[in-house]
């Protein structure tokens, strides 16, 4: 779109929720522009002709990637909103610089470079995505989130921080310590007016209902604000220990939604699995982006736009790992440090003896675990060994990247805080940003469905971080002020219970449906393909699972999906090169 003055040309990617709010802005600070439409992208353009680019995206309230530029000063400017739910990728390739929401699309360059970043890939290994701002490419980055990256005509790219998570954690604490703690009214009027200016849209609004406490505070709050019954939108495995499908039926009934549930069968895995590589663009082995897919389809055929409550773990410390390791690095203080060394020692003497000599691998894993817990390193170094689905990716590579564990960079530590704060402000920087929104952007985008997120406005982050620790979690429950907000709605015993993860039982159907497709990805000969991974290792671990019989390793689904990715970007790669002789001048 261009702007009124001609100056300006933008493309957004995304949604601005405040857009009428930014209009009466304009308009009150003596903005005379006839507006030609109704569209946000319009109001986002005209604001930035009118304040400039970072004073409009202070003011801005959204998800979105855009790309601006300026015909006046020929400057590109490319951003990213303050979470990173919309992902921005960017580029040289050759003499151009390419940038884009998917890197498919930066692919379809005749001058763009596929070799594979090493220590993305020991990163995505490690972690089972990969964390930016590399890219699994080594030429392409991601743009971190909050960031604006500005291109003049020197080719010279520079970029800047608007907002940064790490800076609001630090002013949470700090207006904690002056007395200005967040209380629960405070919050609550915030997430009605987050969710009611994500309700606003001229196509159908639903609601991805798990039945636990973030999605159903969240459907609550729909439900409060519209007299129309909210459609609300659940899947299962059909597998009780995992199903959250029961729950979210109770609390559906208990709002009067119109409640559809869809059952996750082998045949529906086995159909979407070898899409998997294609919806995300890099590899990714969180396994519920199965589930997640598959939910986004189901409420497509009813809906265009639907509410979810991520990043109610990560902001109100929901995950059970927090209160977990403060209890142990509490225990852990109380050992004296000579005794600690010595069973660090021991821990790491025996790990791979034992694992060679009776095949415990797991054993293993276990043993390297105890040997980086003990380490005296804070809770970050805690949290990011708990967050490793290995320890050593380097084995697992035919060369190893020789790099450290990318949740220890300083990005993500907070200093002096709770150890819960610590881990909180760890995960926001990363397994949200590149797990987390990664995972439900890819996924709703392969639908066209439009995921919000309430919980992720900006000014609920903010908030968030004025909340005591313990008033967070406390007693082993965490997200106390989310769930005595939903006690105003919804009955405690439908919500009061053990939390129940997205997972899905990938290696039940390793065992059965999903048998052959990952004998085929992981037969030697597939394996020693591209020579980038430790045939022998992978191999093996596979063996251990699907011969032996021995527990599961979440490290296969890694490496089958770094399998099913990198088979499918050759593919693409073979027909990339796009016509560049139609591009206009």
């Not at 001229?202 to 459907?219: C, N, Q």
């Not at 497709?517 to 251990?544: I, K, Q």
Request: charge should be neutral.
């Amino acid at each position: 779109m261009v702007s009124a003055s001609g100056r300006f040309v933008l493309a957004l990617n995304g949604e601005i929720y405040n857009a009428e709010a930014l209009r009466a802005e304009l308009a009150a600070s003596g903005c005379t522009i006839a507006w030609r439409g109704h569209s946000d992208t319009e109001v986002l353009l005209e604001a930035i002709a009118h304040w400039g680019l970072q004073a409009t995206l202070r003011r801005s309230n959204g998800m979105f990637a855009l790309a601006l530029w300026d015909r006046a000063d020929r400057c590109l400017s490319l951003a990213r909103d303050r979470i990173g739910k919309k992902p921005l990728y960017y580029n040289w390739a050759g003499n151009t610089f390419t940038f884009g929401s998917e890197l498919k699309a930066l692919w379809r360059h005749p001058g763009f470079d596929t070799a594979l970043d090493p220590v993305a890939l020991a990163d995505y290994l490690r972690l089972g995505y990969v964390i930016g701002p590399r890219s699994i490419f080594a030429s392409a980055r991601k743009l971190p989130p909050g960031t604006v990256l500005t291109l003049g005509p020197d080719g010279n790219p520079r970029t800047e921080s608007y907002w940064n998570v790490k800076d609001v954690a630090l002013d949470g604490l700090a207006a904690r310590a002056s007395g200005q703690s967040a209380n629960q009214d405070e919050l609550d009027a915030l997430l009605r007016d987050a969710v009611r200016i994500r309700m606003i849209a001229d196509v159908p609004v639903g609601s991805l209902l798990s039945g636990g406490i973030d999605s159903s505070l969240i459907t609550a709050l729909m439900a409060e604000q519209t007299s129309e019954p909210i459609r609300t939108f659940a899947v299962g495995f059909g597998i009780r220990e995992l199903d959250e499908v029961r729950h979210a039926r109770l609390v559906a009934d208990s709002l009067g939604a119109n409640h559809s549930e869809t059952m996750i069968s082998a045949a529906h895995v086995r159909a979407l699995v070898e899409q998997l590589p294609t919806i995300y663009d890099e590899p990714f082995a969180d396994d519920s982006m199965i589930p997640t897919t598959l939910l986004c389809r189901a409420a497509r055929r009813d809906v265009t736009v639907v509410l979810s409550g991520d990043g109610g773990d990560e902001l109100f410390a929901g995950y059970e790992r927090y209160p977990d390791a403060a209890r142990w690095l509490a225990r852990r203080r109380l050992v004296p440090l000579p005794l600690r060394y010595l069973a660090r020692e021991v821990a790491a003497h025996i790990a791979r003896p034992a694992a060679g000599a009776l095949g415990w691998r797991r054993t293993e894993r276990r043993l390297r675990l105890l040997d980086d817990l003990l380490a005296d390193d804070g809770a970050e170094h805690f949290n990011a060994a708990i967050m490793s689905r290995t320890l050593d990716p380097d084995a697992l590579m035919a060369v190893p990247a020789r790099s450290g564990n990318p949740l220890l960079d300083d990005a993500y530590r907070l200093g002096q805080a709770t150890d819960i704060d610590r881990m909180m402000l760890q995960d926001c920087g990363s397994f949200l940003v590149d797990d987390i929104l990664a995972k439900v952007d890819r996924a709703s985008m392969s639908e066209s469905l439009e995921v919000r997120c309430p919980l992720l406005d900006h000014r609920v982050i903010e908030m968030a971080w004025r909340f005591q620790a313990t008033d967070k979690a406390r007693d082993g429950l965490g997200k106390r002020p989310l769930r005595a907000l939903l006690h105003r709605h919804v009955p405690r015993i439908l919500v009061d219970r053990p939390k129940m993860g997205f997972t899905a039982p990938v290696d039940v159907w390793l065992r059965d449906s999903l048998r052959d497709w990952a004998e085929s990805l992981l037969s030697r000969e597939a394996l020693a393909s591209h020579g980038l991974l430790n045939v022998a290792a992978c191999r093996n671990m596979w063996d251990d699972f699907a011969v032996r019989g021995r527990a599961w390793n979440p490290t296969i689904w890694s490496v089958l999906m770094f399998q099913a990715w990198h088979a499918s970007m050759l593919q693409a790669t073979a027909t990339r090169h796009m016509d560049l002789s139609r591009l206009p001048a």
